[in-house]
């Protein structure tokens, strides 16, 4: 962060940020694009997302981690937060859709798997498949912190 941002007041109270050790998505050939070498940065969809309100602090923290199911995650639940008003443990689970290379995606054992013949009907092909992307979000509020832990994953988020 900007020296002036931090100056500005603009951040929680802290002194730095929980990362996501992404080493393992180096390719462990040598000669692949995303080797691990000076200067190289993993093949990866983190997508950890903070969220600042007019006040300039964070109102929304949110990430997840499972593979090529992280964007549309926390794509759908900052949606879900931000358009429709809904709390964090709503947001986090929420039934997965998704689109990966031109094909799209319903979470098996879920209200969207039931979409499957309406967009049949339309024309796509989508496929319903088990979803284990276990996102995680922050809300701060006036009465104090919100937490959402995914109901795919192990943990909880109680917030204060």
Do not use: Y
Not at 3 to 9: H, R
Not at 99 to 128: D, I, K, T
Not at 134 to 141: I, Y
Request: aromatic share 4%; net charge neutral.
């Amino acid at each position: 962060m900007p020296a002036a941002s931090a100056a500005a007041g603009c951040c929680w109270p802290g002194t730095g940020f929980t990362l996501n050790n992404g080493l393992s998505n180096f390719a462990s050939d040598p000669a692949a694009a995303n080797a691990m070498a000076p200067g190289k940065r993993p093949a990866t969809t983190m997508a950890p997302t903070i969220v600042f309100g007019a006040d300039r602090r964070p109102e929304i923290v949110a990430g997840a981690g499972g593979g090529a199911w992280i964007i549309d995650a926390v794509a759908a639940g900052l949606a879900e937060m931000l358009g429709r008003g809904a709390g964090p443990q709503a947001a986090v689970a929420l039934p997965r859709t998704g689109a990966q290379n031109g094909a799209a995606f319903l979470e098996a054992g879920s209200a969207a798997a039931a979409l499957e013949a309406p967009l049949r009907a339309l024309g796509h092909a989508p496929r319903v498949v088990p979803v284990d992307t276990g996102m995680q979000a922050l809300r701060v509020t006036a009465q104090g912190i919100e937490g959402g832990a995914d109901p795919r994953r192990d943990g909880i988020a109680p917030g204060d």
